[in-house]
Every structure is written in structure tokens, then in C-alpha cells.
């Protein structure tokens, strides 16, 4: 029997609630070599959940020694490519029983309203480490087409210790976007979550041990970015990186891969996804609807979020209506509460920019039609309403950075090769959506844009069968999810064997 649990429920489990604060390294709880500890705060009231040990650059000096030996000892390497399934699929069903957990967990840590963290965040985390477990024993090399005098065979290998740097909008399923695919092949890992979520990536670490992933196979070393991150990317035994974060960031473990042993590098970055709405869209309510999401949900803090909405001109005032109404529905609250769609953004930091854009958005001329400040000030948290600009020019600041909050930029548009231009008039190119009932139009415009992932009448349709990443300085150096991922975290290794004389 499901019951379905009350604001009374989880204020209460929140108050009981025993978050993890010490480092993991070589299937050790430990505190940082310094000594030094971090407060972890929760964005919905500015309260301190807990402190967290900080790793700096001797920790993950210390998590990436103890990786290096897990690696070279073979004690996960070596096992067959079906047993670290089997330990993959036995984390995915750990997860799951300890879904309650971690969601609370999620959403003291990040703000995430409490409907979501359960049924999208640990669901779809633990249908990522299943999946790359399902998929481990069913991956073939392959048998070079040459001529009978050799034989060449193709086969893939770990590349060894990957250091996996992560942001904290997605904390559980970015994690395991990175984790599943990289264990899986068979390397070890040094995880640095972002400073401002540690909590879920410290327990699933955890659970990982228990799951029967070996001690020293995966460490999590919670820290900052400028310390703990920074060295993990010089680090000279670490093989890979796999970093999802700001542009500006990911442009940095490229150099401090050219700084130090030319690790390979995969980056997964910003967005300012164009929305384009054509007057033949075949249900425009259904449209508007989906830009709430596209926007609102996750507080606007999304890689992929439809930030700039371009509209064809004949329905730009229905749209704009239509949008500045629907944004009421999503006006933040508690994130403990069921019935809450929206909760904080995460920390004072992130709540300081999104009004400086709001303000200068205003400053430069658009109309602001929704929203526009901050809110609930009374809970201590960091809340804002959501944002709706109208009249934008796409060389506005609101229209070319990346927000990341609850700010809509709505531009309009008169010809399909306007719209082409203007979505592609960014220096990202993650994701892109298309809303006509014409499908020439579609795959034209499809074709036509520069982005890693469209959506044609619809936004955000994602599986994990299918890859996901950025063209320009949306990503570089491979994709997450689906077999794709995998390349990631392999080296391609090409053998020939001489057939001699008796091949000819
Ligand atoms: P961020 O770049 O500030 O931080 C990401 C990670 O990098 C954190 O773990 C942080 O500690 C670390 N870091 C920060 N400074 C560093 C430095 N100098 N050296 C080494 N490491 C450093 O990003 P964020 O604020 O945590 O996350 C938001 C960003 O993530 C947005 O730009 C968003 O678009 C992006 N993102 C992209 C995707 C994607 O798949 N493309 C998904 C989610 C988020």
C-alpha cells in the first residue's frame, strides 16, 4: 500500500535527518587531511544541515593514490565485465530501497521540491546504474576487415583512474552519468561533487561499498572548486576527467590537462536553449505549458532550460499572455511540501546574480510582463518568482549569458530563416526545441540548428538510451548516457596477430 506522505512527514524525517560528513577513500570514512570542515546549508532556509570534512589538494592526492593501486591491483579491472554488472545492478536496487533517504537528502542539500526528488532524481539514478549494469556483458570488440596474412583485433580498455567533477543542479543523476559508465568499464574513480552538494554523493558512495564495489574503486572527496577540483585536473595520475559544469570551468580542465599529463578531458557545459514557437504549432496551450517547464521547473537551474523563447509574430502577444499567466502557477514554496512545483535557488551566491540579471534586464529595455523579484524573504531561503521578459533583443545580456534561474526571455521573430539565425546566435549549442505542424519546416529547422539534442514539439524527452551533449561551448569530448558514454572512458586498443605464411 502507498501512502502518500505529508509536509508533516518529511518536516519531521528532515528534522532526524542523518547526513553524511566525512570523506570516502579506500572504503574509509575520513576527515580531511587539514582538518578543515565546510557548513552545507539548505537553500530553503539558510540553515546549516551539517559540516562536511573539505578535501583540498592533499586528499585527492591521497583518494587518487588509493584509486591508482585499485586500478593497477586489478581487484575491479580485472573482474569480468558481467560481475561488475551484477555489483552495478545490486547499487541500482540499494538505491531504490533507500529511496526516501536520499531524496530528503536531495532536497535539504539543493532545494529540490520533494514531488521531484524521489520520482525523477533517485529513479532516474537508479535506472542509470542498471542500465550501464544490464549493458555490461553485452558489449563486443571488434575484428579489423584486412587480409588474411593478420589479424586485428579491436577491443576496448579502461583508461584507468577517471576523476569525475560534478555540478549540484542534478546532484544523484549527474553522478551517476559519470559513475555508472565509468565503473562499469572497468575504471576507478575520484568523484568531487559540487561544494554545494555533497550529501547524496557521499551516501550512494556508500551504498557502492555495500553494493560490492571494492574499497579504493570509488572515492568521493567533497571540496571546492578551486582547491579540490583544481587538483584532481593536474593531477598526473588521473587519466580522465569528466567534468559537467559552467563553460568557463570546463575551459579550465582543458588547461589543466595541457598543465600536466594531457588526461583526456570530456566536458559537459552551459546552455541557452532557444524555444521556437511557429504559428502553426499544433497545440499552442500545450506549447505554453511546456515552456513553464522548460523554465520554472528546477527553479530555471538547468543546462538545457528553454531560456530564450522566440515567438513568430502573428501569436506574439497570445504567447506572451498566455506565458505571463501560466508563470503563476509556478511560484516557488516549501520544498518539503508535496504540493510544491518550484523551491529555492541554491544559495545566496546564485540568488545575488539572477537579480543583478533581472535588474539589468530591465535596465536594457525589456518589458518585464512577470515577476522579476525575490520572494518569501520571511523562510530565510533563497527564493525569486518567476521571471518573464518580454520584447528582448537577443544581443541583450538577459538573452546571450546563461542565467541559470527562473528568467524567461521571450524575442520574436518574423521568417523561419530568422528564427535560424537568431536561435543559432549563441556561443552554446546544447538543446534546441521546435514547435509547427509543418514537418519540412521541422526537419529543416533540425538540420539547420546547432545544438547536441532538438526536440520537435515537445521539450526535454530524454532516455537514457540516447546520448546527450553540447555542440560549441556546450560540450566537448564525447556525451553522456547511452553506449556512447562508454568511449569516454576507454581506450581503444588495436592487437595484430601475424597468420604468417599460412595466411597468404
Ligand atoms: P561550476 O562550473 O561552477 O562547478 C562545477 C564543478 O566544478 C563543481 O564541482 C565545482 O566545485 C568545480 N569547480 C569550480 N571551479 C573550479 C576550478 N577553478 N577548478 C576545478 N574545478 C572547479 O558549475 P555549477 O555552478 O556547479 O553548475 C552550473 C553549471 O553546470 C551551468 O553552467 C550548467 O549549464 C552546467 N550544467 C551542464 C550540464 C550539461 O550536461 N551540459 C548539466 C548540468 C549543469
Redesign the pocket.
Known sequence: MTMTKTLVHWSEAAEAVEAPNQLLIDGEKIDAVSGERFAVTNPATGETITEVAQGDAADIDVAVNAARTAFEDGRWANRSPRDRGQVLISLAELIETHTEELQLLETLDVGKPIRYSGRVDVSQAVNTYAWYGEAADKLYGEIAPTGRHALGMITKEPLGVVGA??????PMM?NSWKLAPALVAGNSVVL?????APLTALRIGELALEAGVPPGVLNVVPG???TA??AL?LHPFVDGIT???????GK??LAYSARSNMKRVSA????KTPNIIFADAPDLDFAIGAVGFSIFWNTGEM?IAGSRLLVERPIYDEVVEGVAAMSGSWMPGNPLDPSTKAGPVVDDIQLTKIIGYIERGAAEGARLVAGGSRTLTETGGYFIEPTVFADVDNSMEIARD?I?GPVLSIIGFDTQEEALQIANDTRYG?SAAVWTSNLGRAHTMAAGLKAGTVWINNFDTSDITAP???YKE??FGGK?KSLHALDKYTHTKTTWINLGRGGV
Open positions: 567533477v560534478t555540478p549540484w543542479n542534478f549527474m568531487k561533487p559540487a561544494e554545494q571546492f572548486g578551486e577540483g583544481r585536473g567534468f559537467t559544469g559552467s563553460t568557463e570551468v579550465l580542465f559537459e557545459t552551459g546552455g543546462c546563461e541559470f546544447l546527450f551533449g553540447g556546450s560540450g553522456d
